[in-house]
């Protein structure tokens, strides 16, 4: 028979204590909430009044079933009132001799059928049970930060664990309104052994100054629609909780140096910079355990950057090519008031463009999004044409021909014999080093990347890219040009795949791995992403709307330009691409897409 859940404890008030304490009371649940002395009991308490206030700010809750919530819970210090508990889950500090030592407590003191949980991220379940004589009745029960908001539970069942004791628990996150995966024993179970490379990839870029702390978090909601940048995301973590989490994925994970941390992460925890909780980490926060970030050093000035570099003004621009980037780049200019003259490689391919540009437009008229005279007015702005010398007196060139290096040097020589002096020009290009491009014009200090992401009038993002060789004025120049079309730029030096993609592959890539090595299905990855840190989509789903093919050549870049062991393509990801399985254009990739 089932056991019922009527009492359960919470060990450690910290980030995830209080919030999965939160989660039970508010649940019907009564809970012994415990804490090691009495000021951080009454942080904890503090700490689940905060969020429960915050709740009935936002409607959420009522004052009454608020009281109630917390008259179900009984804070208290030290483990001797858990007693009772037909289930415990400790959630204190990242370290294996703690959470053992707490453990072999809690076998003493409670009830021979109590379930006892570890929140550990990177921990190994089962070294955690054997401190304690009920190994069987160990697990794992990893809940994600917000607890109360973030739905996802990942339930990690040892090789001791007995088969009910998993499906009582599954039974009690399923009246909790989780989902959750079942899952192994792994260092990092899915989201996180999927997230903290990443988490640590970001963290590297900044410390090296690739970019501001700003525009690597701004790149990954723009570009990718994450909640939250990475950064943000390691203040809301908690540094030290993230060193140790990445610590253990190192040392438990095959070594790989992705996760080994970046230095900085130690020297911030050394300083007491935790992130939220402690009111700094990569940004400074209103008070300790407040989510308002304020204004600190690094913070962009409230003056135009763009304007105090020296921005040259710009009225016409050029765009060449004639494949979706550049339909969509000649429609955002000419939308934003700019005139604009396309250079194609025939009449044909600008009656092309111009035709999806027009039917583009028009649906944003039939929507209501555009006035018909708008339209019209932007079609009129446009000059079409197979004539490169059409360029000569443009302010900008956005160059979004096909992806190959000598057809891309071959422009950029023949930009330097028509452009006058002065003309910023711009590639595309998602994968290739700019600074080939700027050489190969002889106006380096005039070049620099602008990456637009697809579909370009849709996506708020634009990548300003600088090489070595770069000037400030052409810089501030892309900025304020972004600016002026209604997108946000984030700037970064020339590497592979700048910010977004440099984040993104890797990520995907491991997620091919993880299914590769058959630890969890392509289905509970992507749930795992989606509900564990609200991404909008999950890898798989996602591979198969970029093209597994695009997946792979960017990996590839990634890894050719990084030599990073962990980057090199996940053999699956070769063999699908090989297989001609290339997502929803060929109508399978991960997933059939045929019959849907
Ligand atoms: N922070 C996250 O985003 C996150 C997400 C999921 C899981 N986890 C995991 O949850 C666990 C807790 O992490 P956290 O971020 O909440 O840490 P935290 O540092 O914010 O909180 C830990 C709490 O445990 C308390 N504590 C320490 N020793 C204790 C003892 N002997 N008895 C009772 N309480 C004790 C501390 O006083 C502190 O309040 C870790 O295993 C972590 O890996 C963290």
Request: proline share 4%; charged share 25%.
């Amino acid at each position: 028979m089932a056991r019922q859940f009527d009492t359960v404890g919470v060990v450690g008030l910290g980030t995830m204590g209080a919030g999965i304490v939160e989660v039970f009371a508010r649940n019907g649940l009564a809970v012994v909430a415990v804490e090691v002395d009495d000021a951080a009991r009454e942080r904890g308490r503090a700490t689940v009044v905060a969020s429960t206030d915050r709740a009935i700010a936002r409607g959420k809750l009522s004052a009454r079933d608020r009281d109630a919530l917390l008259d179900r819970i009984s804070f208290e210090v030290g483990l001797d009132g858990l007693a009772g508990a037909d289930l415990v889950v400790e959630a204190v500090p990242e370290h294996l001799d703690l959470k053992q030592r707490i453990f072999a407590d809690l076998d003493r003191i409670c009830k021979p059928s109590a379930i006892l949980a570890t929140n550990t991220s990177s921990l190994s379940v089962t070294e955690i049970s054997v401190a304690t004589g009920r190994p069987n009745q160990v697990l794992g029960i990893h809940f994600f930060n917000p607890a109360p908001i973030m739905r996802l539970v990942e339930v990690v069942r040892s090789v001791v664990t007995a088969p009910d004791v998993v499906a009582d628990v599954e039974a009690l996150c399923a009246r909790l309104g989780k989902t959750d995966v079942t899952i192994t024993d792994r260092a990092g179970f899915i989201a996180n052994a999927l997230l903290f490379g990443y988490l640590n990839h970001a963290v590297s870029m900044y410390e090296s100054h690739y970019a501001t702390r700003e525009d690597i978090d701004a790149a990954m909601k723009l570009g990718c629609g994450l909640p939250m940048g990475p950064l943000a995301l390691m203040d809301l973590i908690g540094l030290d909780t993230a060193y140790e989490i990445l610590d253990t994925m190192y040392r438990r994970g095959g070594r790989d140096r992705r996760h080994a941390p970046v230095p900085l992460i130690k020297q911030m925890v050394t300083a007491g910079l935790l992130g939220r909780k402690s009111g700094r980490g990569f940004y400074t926060y209103e008070k300790a355990g407040s989510p308002v970030v304020v204004p600190d050093d690094e913070t962009p000035g409230a003056t135009d950057p763009a304007a105090a570099d020296g921005a040259r003004a710009i009225a016409k621009v050029g765009v060449v090519g004639s494949g979706t980037m550049a339909t969509g780049i000649v429609e955002v200019f000419a939308k934003s008031g700019y005139e604009v003259v396309s250079v194609t490689r025939g009449d044909e391919k600008s009656a092309q463009m111009r035709e999806t540009m027009t039917a583009s437009l028009t649906k944003a008229v039939v929507r209501g999004k555009l006035a018909e005279a708008d339209r019209d007015a932007a079609l009129a702005r446009v000059t079409w044409t197979s004539a490169i010398e059409h360029l000569a007196d443009v302010d900008l060139v956005v160059e979004a021909v096909v992806e190959e290096l000598s057809v891309k040097k071959a422009l950029f020589a023949n930009l330097d014999e028509i452009c006058k002096p002065g003309v910023v020009l711009a590639t595309t290009t998602s994968s290739l080093p700019v600074i080939e491009c700027a050489v190969a014009s002889n106006r380096a200090a005039d070049v620099v990347g602008l990456h637009f992401f697809n579909p370009a009038p849709i996506m708020p993002l634009v990548e300003v890219v600088r090489t070595i060789r770069t000037s400030p004025e052409a810089v501030a120049t892309a900025r304020a040009v972004c600016a002026s079309l209604g997108k946000t730029a984030v700037v970064c030096a020339d590497r592979s795949g700048f910010i977004v993609n440099a984040l993104l592959f890797p990520y995907l890539n491991d997620a091919v791995k993880m299914l590769e090595a058959s630890y969890s299905t392509a289905d509970d990855i992507d749930y795992a992403m989606k509900l564990g840190c609200g991404y909008p989509m999950g890898p798989f789903e996602l591979l198969d709307v970029v093209g597994l093919d695009v997946a792979l050549s960017i990996q590839r870049e990634l890894y050719l330009e990084l030599r990073e062991p962990g980057f090199a393509p996940a053999p699956l990801l070769e063999h699908l691409v090989t297989a001609g399985y290339l997502g929803r254009k060929t109508g399978r990739g991960f997933r059939d897409h045929t019959s849907r």
